[in-house]
């Protein structure tokens, strides 16, 4: 019956040849219910034909298909409903890694690897969400950072890779970096430095978003060809444990299509072609990160230190993690038949794992007071050769997973349609035995602030005493971090915060920090340019600027000092006493029609009282005051 409604429809021209042979290949995988209620031709034909328009891109943005996929779908429904272990005959084990103390000489020397190396690396942002979770209508990367300066996540990452392709373009192109982050003695030997590439994996719902804000801020100065978008596609949904495809609620022309997870990525960078370009433009590294994490460029130079001085493949950037702490971990696991992989355990499974085989108590922590098993945040660094190489094998294709909400315990129904994921953490399954896998760990402080939850849901988390991660904590997060690097470096800085209040959630302020990306990339290079600083609890101090050395000064208010490139200011002897900038609370004003949304997320407002501000937009010397 099926195939005769086909038949029909291309004899009468309402569909091509091509089409009736894609309708027909469906209906040979038992899904021809996708097309059994449809009319005569001459009926919604366009529909129709949009129809096989969106079935011919979900049969082509699949690796081997839509066949393959429901497969693939086939096989994890069946496994799913018999409540299969996926980690039956495996033994967990702590992977061979590094825990790095920001600012000690072990990091110091780490950084210095990793600043060699900078030139030769590729960024990937795995940016294809909205913020609807967020409470935010807008894109994630559009979300500001911080109000002390309203730089968004997107101009953040771009800044930041752009201050590292400067210093590598100083290191390889012409100047000696004299050791610690300042530029002198020139080189014998010069060469051209390519730019860094960064590229960006949107989807459907944000890509003409991501473009559109990249095109009105002039791509924030990095070059056009410079950033690469890649939109992400949905892959179909299942409605039963046969995978048959799921249509849209209230349009049987359209199949119900649901993201594939962020593995996709690398898929995309195979048939994108730029694994291969990059090769042949020398690089040698590619570092994934994520599109609200305002801190990770700041252990992206040792974490490359220690890829390069331990020979790894793939290094997954990890935080300290407490024992059963819901944050997956990174385990080496040891399979009976002699088989070895590293990989992220969620946590729920971890501890069941390991009281099954190695220890009764599960996942404890050690006299470090954290579990042995370091904490996966998704930022990833791999080695690019082994990587393309190993692209070419598989096509980028992700060992995936299917998590169906079963209506009761006979598990035959589904309460909504699911469909298959997959994770880009998750491509060391892929890898041999003898491939080198690793982790590195640094201070939640220093690298790691994720924006994930809203207002409400991080009520919820501050209540039952863990951390909210929404939008106030991030930006309040970033100032920490900064002013917790001027103290490193011996700076007076309050270490008492204040607990204030913001949407509910009473959370730590201290002094507002912002040291843009271009003012130091090193924690040396920062160290370079920091004298006698002494700072206000309640002050805010902004810094953007390369040439910016603060030798000696003293805020009780608001300094801030913007210099552009090939400004050198020096600041001796400067005492700042203002009002400064105050963040008042909105009160319970979230969802409330007066007060914006960017402000309404975090609950609060900057009110600028009073501020000394210096602006060097021309290159040259100058002294402050």
């Known amino acids: 019956m099926a195939r005769a409604i086909v038949d029909a429809h291309v004899a009468a021209g309402a ?35 949009a129809f096989a328009a969106q079935l011919r891109a979900a049969d082509d943005g699949y690796p081997g298909g839509v066949a393959k996929y429901i497969e693939n779908a086939r096989a994890l429904l069946a496994a799913s409903k018999e409540g299969k272990n996926p980690f039956e005959g495996w033994t967990p084990s702590v992977p061979v890694g590094r825990n790095v103390e920001y600012g000690s000489s072990g990091h110091r020397e780490l950084e210095g690897v990793g600043m060699g190396e900078v030139g030769e690396t590729c960024f990937v942002l795995v940016a294809g969400g909205l913020g609807e979770r967020l409470g935010y209508s807008g894109i994630k990367v559009e979300l500001p950072v911080e109000r002390a300066t309203d730089t968004c996540y997107l101009e953040l990452y771009v800044k930041n890779i752009l201050a590292l392709q400067a210093r590598a373009a100083k290191t390889s192109g012409g100047v000696e970096d004299d050791g610690c982050g300042c530029f002198g003695s020139a080189k014998k030997e010069t060469k051209e430095s390519t730019p860094i590439p960064l590229a960006i994996m949107t989807s459907e719902d944000t890509h003409a978003m991501t473009l559109d804000l990249l095109e009105r801020n002039n791509y924030f100065g990095a070059a056009r060809d410079q950033i690469t978008l890649m939109k992400q596609e949905k892959v179909p949904c299942l409605i039963d444990n046969d995978a048959h495809l799921a249509l849209k609620e209230g349009d049987p022309y359209k199949l119900a299509l649901k993201p594939h997870g962020h593995g996709d990525v690398h898929a995309l960078l195979h048939t994108s072609g730029l694994l291969s370009k990059w090769q042949s433009q020398g690089k040698k590294w590619v570092v994934f990160f994520q599109d609200t994490n305002s801190l990770v460029f700041r252990v992206i130079p040792g974490a490359l230190g220690v890829s390069k001085t331990m020979n790894l493949e793939f290094n997954s950037l990890c935080v300290p993690r407490k024992a059963k702490e819901a944050v997956g971990a990174i385990s080496l696991l040891t399979h009976k038949d002699g088989r070895k992989m590293t990989i992220n355990v969620e946590y729920n499974q971890l501890d069941p794992l390991l009281r099954a085989t190695t220890n009764p108590e599960g996942d404890v922590n050690d006299a470090s007071g954290f579990s042995p098993f370091p904490g996966n945040i998704n930022q990833l660094i ?18 995936e997973f299917v998590n169906p909400k079963y209506k009761d315990e006979t598990k035959t129904a589904f309460k909504s349609p699911t469909r298959l994921e997959c994770m880009m953490q998750d491509y060391p399954k892929s890898l041999g035995t003898k491939s080198k896998v690793g982790f590195t760990v640094f201070a939640n402080w220093i690298g790691y602030s994720p924006v994930k939850n809203s207002p409400a849901d991080g009520l919820a988390k501050f209540k039952s005493n863990g951390p909210t991660h929404t939008a106030t904590s991030g930006e309040f997060e970033f100032y920490e971090s900064c002013a917790n ?46 004298g006698k600083v002494i700072l206000g609890s309640k002050s805010t101090l902004i810094v953007e600027g390369s ?21 050198v200011i020096n600041v001796n002897g400067l005492k700042v006493n203002n009002k400064g900038w105050e963040w008042k609370p909105t009160g319970k004003g979230f969802g409330s029609m007066r007060i914006r949304e960017v402000d309404a997320l975090r609950g609060f407002i900057v009110k600028k009282h009073e501020q000394k501000e210096y602006v060097f937009d021309k290159p040259g010397t100058y002294n402050i005051p």
């Not at 791999?382 to 060992?399: D, F, H, N």
């Not at 910016?548 to 000092?561: A, M, P, Q």
Request: aromatic share 4%.
């Open 15 to 49: 569909l091509t040849a091509e089409d009736g042979a894609l309708f027909a290949k469906m209906i040979a995988l038992d899904q021809e219910h996708v097309l059994a209620h449809w009319p005569e031709p001459g009926t919604d034909d366009d529909a129709k034909r």
């Open 382 to 399: 791999v080695s690019l050769p082994e990587y393309a190489a190993q692209l070419r094998k598989t096509g980028g294709s992700i060992e």
């Open 485 to 530: 690097l001027l103290r490193l470096t011996g700076a007076d800085v309050p270490e008492t915060s204040i607990d204030t209040e913001f949407n509910g959630m009473k959370l730590p302020m201290g002094p507002r920090v912002v040291l843009g990306p271009e003012f130091g990339t090193t924690f040396d290079e920062i160290k370079s340019k920091v």
């Open 547 to 567: 040439g910016v050395h603060l030798n000696d000064v003293n805020v009780d208010g608001t300094l801030v000092i913007k210099a552009c490139e090939g400004a």
